[in-house]
């Protein structure tokens, strides 16, 4: 095989001119530019660090998450059966209204015990 | 093995360096292919966004980028054969009659348009070995060793290819009564 013989040239006779009219007429008159996929698609998770806007609302909530376990866990301290806690009062100095309520609470009915000797 | 990656603008410039060099072969074997320009740029571009996803993604060196690129290609137009849109024998708009409407259409182009229509319906009965190495030849003008670097083979055997090739296309036209420009 004579390996230095010339190819078909496409400017030579008129089959290798037209075959060569139909394809260079098939090629973009206009190339499109190189794409710029560092412009158009995300960069990998692993390779970009996190951004502000992450961390801001990740801060944001777990502070409301911090503020509704604070503020459930200071209404549980403070209120029990619809009634708030009143806090410990070893002297007896609480106000009235608690000794009022507690009034006669434990005690016998006067009424119900006869006293001996007495109509 | 893993090397350090390039920075950003050295991976970008290398990026681009390919892209000149290698985007018309990506393009003339995707449109060998399946004979549709506008197809094999879109399969071109994709290639080398899929390249673009493979350095991001960090995943094992390419050594030899122009063979990577051209397997891709040539898978992607594979698969185009799967898709919807060739399944349903969707026609793109811009092509009429296997002519592009982009150009003028006087009377006097009538006769050039139909002719190529014949060679691009003759193309597609022939073989694909074929339409690699004559696209390779009259659209990119490459000669023997640079279609013998591309399609690995021997310069040898891209001297009897292509003049096989040559006389099976141009029979058929000559069949057909076409034998130069009109």
Redesign the interface.
Known sequence: MNTTKPLPNPAGDDLDRLFAAYFQAEMPTRWPPAPRPWLDMPRVANTSPKTDSSHRSRWALAASVALLVGSCWYLSGHISDGQPKKPFDPDGTASPSVIDKNLGKGKPDPKAAPIPGMP | MKSNPPA?GER?AE??AL??RH??EL?ALA?ARWMD?DLA?DIA?EA??RL??HW???EEDIQNPRAWLLRVARNLAEDYAKSSFRRNGTTPPQLMNGV?SRDPMPLESME?AE??AM??ATLEDLPQADRDI??L???L?Y??TQIADLLGIN??A???R??RA?QR??DR?TAQG????P
């Open positions: 950003a970008r990026f681009a892209y000149e985007n018309r393009w449109y320009a740029l571009q080398f966004m673009w996803k991001e993604a960090g592009k050039k002719a190529f060679i691009r004559l696209t030849r009259y659209a003008e000669d023997a310069a040898t891209v001297h009897m292509l003049s040559r296309l141009a036209l076409t034998t130069a420009i």
